[in-house]
């Protein structure tokens, strides 16, 4: 069962926690090659998971960089050069340690105070506004890959791996689909308001 973030990280300012992630990631991507990334992303995993984060988003984000590091691994061994192994497990930590820490960075943070935060420090307003509206529709975005998914699913589309692949690209071509129908009607929007328009 997913849990609410910590209260203290409901009241903290958003600068503080960016500024701290950033300092992780640069403890972790700065330090012993690839001790310190591995370091970094282990325990930001386990603070991740002590403070509410889902354990299959952890886990998802684990996979991702070790599928890299078996990739860049096996590429590095194809090409006969000396690194492969290394190669891997370096890339690999480092991919574990960026999102191990800006997945816990996002559930502390709602999208609405970071964009409070960066309008502080003094970025653009129109940068900010598109950040909001972009997390947000990556939520909405997110709702209907996954009823669509489960519409596959349901009629059998992943039964076997042409029949799998022929529904990924299906449903990747919906998401692009909608998420260009959707940023049409954001910038219409946007113009009717007046906003971004030259005086």
Same mark, same amino acid.
């Given at each position: 069962m997913v849990r609410e973030p910590p209260a203290w990280a409901r009241v903290?300012?958003? %600068?503080?926690?960016? @500024?701290?992630?950033? =300092?992780?990631? /640069?403890? =972790?991507? =700065? @330090?012993?090659l690839p001790w310190a990334p591995l370091a970094v992303a282990l325990g930001v995993g386990v603070l991740g998971l002590a403070w509410g984060r889902a354990p299959t988003r952890v886990a998802r984000g684990f996979g991702a960089a070790l599928l890299a590091g078996l990739l860049t691994a096996a590429l590095h061994v194809a090409l006969g050069t000396r690194a492969g192994a290394q190669a891997g497990l370096v890339l690999g930590a480092r991919m574990a340690a960026g999102v191990a820490v800006f997945g816990l960075f996002s559930h502390l943070t709602p999208p609405w105070a970071f964009a409070g935060a960066l309008r502080k420090l003094g970025a653009p307003d129109v940068f900010t506004e598109l950040l909001t509206? *972009? $997390? %947000?529709? $990556?939520?909405?975005?997110? @709702? #209907?890959? %996954?009823? $669509?998914?489960? /519409?596959?699913l349901v009629r059998g589309g992943y039964s076997g791996t042409r029949r799998a692949l022929g529904s990924m690209g299906a449903l990747a071509g919906l998401t692009l689909v909608r998420a260009f129908d959707q940023a049409s +009607?954001? +910038?219409? /929007?946007? #113009? +009717? %308001?007046?906003? @971004? *328009?030259? *005086?």
């Open positions: 903290l300012d958003a %600068r503080i926690t960016l @500024g701290v992630s950033l =300092g992780l990631l /640069a403890v =972790g991507l =700065g @330090g012993p509206l *972009s $997390a %947000r529709y $990556a939520r909405v975005f997110e @709702g #209907a890959a %996954r009823t $669509a998914r489960e /519409a596959q +009607a954001t +910038a219409e /929007a946007r #113009a +009717a %308001r007046g906003v @971004g *328009s030259r *005086s």
